[in-house]
């Protein structure tokens, strides 16, 4: 019985990392956020679909995003100056997104921003203690505000 649950068990988690991690070798990556596919990578830009209505790569709603930031007291702890922000708690959002995602296996950008927000343990940015952001952030969410500021802090991180 626990041969069987061993075999059963081991690829399905290697399955399961695999999925969940972005490997070095593709420059393009497909995330699903809020039950839509689009397509992100490191380079995308936003895009206008409106005058009034900007959206990323991310499938959220930048201006959105912006309001969801600063209702949630993000600028607080971080540095991000699409918000004004000059929080120092927390890593500046302008630059340590991309340094980290690519120091976490190279992840999607987008991925890893939504995976900041969700579970902030789940990768800690140098010079930085675990358990200061609330772990309980994420959760506080809807999808939507979710989405939306995930596209929020991706149209003004630094992607280089």
Do not use: R
């Not at 995003?65 to 702890?77: D, S």
């Amino acid at each position: 019985m626990w041969v069987l649950f061993a075999a059963l068990l081991l690829p399905a988690g290697f399955a399961g990392w695999a999925i969940g991690h972005y490997t070095a070798s593709s420059s393009t990556n497909t995330v699903t956020i809020g039950g839509t596919s689009a397509p992100a990578t490191t380079t995308s830009a936003a895009t206008t679909t409106s005058a009034a209505t900007t959206t990323s790569a991310a499938g959220g709603n930048v201006a959105a995003g912006k309001a969801v930031f600063a209702a949630n007291g993000c600028a607080t702890c971080h540095t991000f100056q699409p918000a004004g922000a000059t929080g120092t708690v927390g890593p500046n959002l302008d630059t340590e997104p991309v340094t980290s995602a690519k120091a976490d296996n190279n992840m999607n950008l987008a991925a890893f921003i939504k995976q900041s927000i969700q579970d902030p343990n789940a990768y800690i940015a140098k010079g930085y203690p675990p358990n200061v952001m609330p772990a309980t952030f994420g959760k506080s969410l809807s999808p939507s505000q979710l989405n939306d500021l995930v596209a929020f802090i991706l149209s003004g991180t630094a992607k280089s």
